[in-house]
């Protein structure tokens, strides 16, 4: 896996974990103290969609760090699910680094 990649998947998949249990933190924070009745469900639904756009994302981190096609970062709309399908995905790029092209050599 191509460590540039690794780094924004981590960063993708940490920000969904910390955006869904700050989510989780409000509901019960308003549960318990009978605060927010309209507020904290939005706040909520907000963390939630945030932090599905940060799996996506870490997701497509994954899967192009990875040689996979982009489009495998729609297993990110599956949540946990499609994470553990994500870290299963096959790695096509031996050793972490890219292919060298063709034009990419010193000039002579």
Do not use: N, Y
């Not at 249990?21 to 969609?49: C, H, M």
């Not at 970062?73 to 599956?78: D, E, F, V």
């Not at 870290?87 to 050599?105: K, N, V």
């Amino acid at each position: 896996m191509i460590a540039s990649f690794r780094h924004r998947a981590r960063l993708g998949i940490g920000g969904f974990f910390a955006l869904r249990f700050a989510g989780l933190i409000t509901l019960w924070s308003a549960s318990q103290w009978g605060g927010g009745e309209d507020g904290a469900p939005r706040l909520f639904e907000l963390l939630v969609v945030l932090g599905t756009a940060s799996l996506v994302w870490g997701c497509w981190a994954l899967a192009k760090g990875k040689g996979l096609s982009a489009w495998w970062a729609l297993l990110g709309l599956a949540g946990v699910v499609g994470l553990v399908v994500a870290l299963l995905l096959p790695d096509r790029i031996p050793g972490g680094e890219p292919a060298a092209t063709a034009g990419s050599g010193p000039a002579p």
